[in-house]
């Protein structure tokens, strides 16, 4: 069963901004962090960004740096990710991910093993 739900994905321009959206009402746990991956066409999943539950630390790729922003609405349970300056290669299907347990390793956890629920992705397109 599927307790995150993205949305907010679409078609835009090469410049424009979009923000997606990840409804963690249904997550069976309090997560430690939530996360952002996403999967261009033909390759794998990759790291966007990261914010810690509790504290609301983040951190995000060398892609995402300066163009997007994680953030979170503890009380409607949601995440977010604002997506500015997007260009073509921004284009792939985006995730949300979820982290129980606290994280023992050094700086953030970035790799998809080391979160336990997923969604099912929203596509972001960019055109030239």
């Known amino acids: 069963q599927v307790h995150l739900k993205e949305s907010g994905g679409g078609l835009v321009q090469a410049g424009d901004s979009l923000r997606l959206f990840c409804d963690a009402s249904?997550?069976?746990?309090?997560?430690?962090?939530m996360a952002w991956f996403r999967q261009p066409p033909g390759k794998e999943r990759e790291f966007v960004a990261t914010?810690?539950?509790?504290?609301?630390?983040?951190d995000y790729s060398n892609s995402a740096k300066e163009r997007f922003t994680i953030s979170k609405d503890d009380r409607k349970k949601t995440i977010y990710l604002q997506m500015n300056v997007l260009n073509p290669e921004d284009t792939a299907q985006y995730f949300c991910?979820?982290?129980?347990?606290?994280?023992?390793?050094?700086?953030?956890?970035?790799?998809?093993?080391?979160?336990?629920?997923w969604g099912q992705g929203t596509q972001v397109e960019v055109s030239a």
């Open positions: 249904e997550l069976t746990f309090r997560p430690y962090a």
């Open positions: 914010i810690t539950w509790n504290s609301g630390w983040t």
């Open positions: 991910a979820a982290r129980a347990a606290t994280y023992y390793g050094s700086g953030y956890p970035r790799q998809k093993d080391d979160y336990d629920s």
